[in-house]
T-cell receptor, first 110, second 117 residues
Framework: QKEVEQDPGPLSVPEGAIVSLNCTYS??????FMWYRQYSRKGPELLMY????GNKEDGRFTAQVDKSSKYISLFIRDSQPSDSATYLC??????????FGTGTSLTVIP | EAEVAQSPRYKITEKSQAVAFWCDPI?????LYWYRQILGQGPELLVQ????????DSQLPKDRFSAERLKGVDSTLKIQPAELGDSAMYLC???????????????FGPGTRLTVL
């Protein structure tokens, strides 16, 4: 079993829709949860960072962590064509090693 | 805004040839990472440096891959000889390097896309 599971999609939504992206994990030691956005042929860029359980909001983006269910989510409100990218979840325990999901490919249709 | 620099951005080579990738981390970042990302998958750590020292190279295929960070700043990843299965995106990331525990946000460069023919 992989440390981190993420549905690869692809996910296609109309502009303005609410998008929900999710990851599950098996290691209960994970405390730090990140979401990266990766445009085609580019490196991942950090989108959201959350410590432990709870919600974090940044503009149109909301990250949720449910440690009891080992489940994290990223919500995108009022999705835009410029949000079309691959979204990677990443997590780590004490220390620096990150474990990445496989990424979910998102297309927002104008 | 400071960025991680990588070169070349694209590399095409024939199998059995040697290739090298270069990374310049964000100034002041003590920790440097090399990842390999196969199309449709997440990045997988190859090697991690803390300053000039290797912290983790457990996933580095040492029979053909080598990495160095001699002065604790920029780094080079080498593959010799390249194999068809090495075709992937090679990503470099850097972070401040947390010595107090917790995690340490990693910032990625644009990557080098390697194609082995």
């Amino acid at each position: 079993q992989k440390e981190v599971e993420q549905d690869p999609g692809p996910l296609s939504v109309p502009e303005g829709a609410i998008v929900s992206l999710n990851c599950t994990y098996s290691n209960s030691a994970f405390q730090y949860f990140m979401w990266y956005r990766q445009y085609s042929r580019k490196g991942p860029e950090l989108l959201m960072y959350t410590y432990s359980s709870g919600n974090k909001e940044d503009g149109r983006f909301t990250a949720q962590v449910d440690k009891s269910s080992k489940y994290i989510s990223l919500f995108i409100r009022d999705s835009q064509p410029s949000d079309s990218a691959t979204y990677l979840c990443a997590m780590s325990a004490y220390g620096n090693q990150f474990y990445f999901g496989t990424g979910t490919s998102l297309t927002v249709i104008p | 805004e400071a960025e991680v620099a990588q070169s070349p951005r694209y590399k095409i080579t024939e199998k059995s040839q040697a290739v090298a990738f270069w990374c310049d981390p964000i100034s002041g970042h003590a920790t440097l990472y090399w990842y390999r990302q196969i199309l449709g998958q997440g990045p997988e750590l190859l090697v991690q440096f803390q300053d000039e020292s290797v912290v983790d190279d457990s996933q580095l295929p040492k029979d053909r891959f080598s990495a160095e960070r001699l002065k604790g700043v920029d780094s080079t990843l080498k593959i010799q000889p390249a194999e068809l299965g090495d075709s992937a995106m090679y990503l470099c990331a850097s972070s401040y390097g947390s010595r107090l525990g917790g995690t340490d946000t990693q910032y990625f460069g644009p990557g080098t896309r390697l194609t082995v023919l």
